[in-house]
């Protein structure tokens, strides 16, 4: 979660901005497709912005195993506005320069979508 500490440019914020609020347009439009991508988008932000191009390469690769799991749980409204919600407090923890904050949160989110979706795997 390192590269939190170092994505903090100007385009960062702007990009972020862009995405949640076309996350949240697409979420309440039902459109599934476009919050995936928006969702996704969000994390991937900060490995773009680091100049990590073995993180970012790395992430593209795990994207499309990882998005089988993300679209099993995010049908539902009230998994994509706690999503939506997180996001939220964590690019706001970022802009106010609380980047341990940051961090820590997005290391939460990560390990909390992990278990949710692994939850849908049978036997789990």
């Not at 499309?64 to 993300?70: A, R």
Request: net charge negative; proline share 1%; glycine share 4%.
């Amino acid at each position: 979660m390192a590269y939190a500490r170092y994505a903090t440019t100007i385009n960062a914020n702007a990009e972020a901005k862009q995405i949640l609020e076309n996350g949240r347009k697409a979420a309440a439009a039902g459109d599934t497709n476009v919050w995936n991508h928006c969702s996704d988008e969000f994390h991937l932000i900060f490995y773009r912005y680091c100049n990590n191009s073995r993180l970012t390469e790395s992430t593209d690769r795990l994207r499309s195993g990882i998005s089988i799991f993300s679209n099993q749980y995010s049908q539902e409204t009230r998994i994509q506005s706690r999503i939506d919600e997180e996001h939220q407090a964590i690019f706001d923890a970022y802009q106010n320069g609380e980047i341990e904050k940051a961090v820590e949160m997005m290391k939460s989110h990560l390990n909390d979508s992990l278990a949710y979706a692994l939850s849908f795997l049978p036997g789990t």
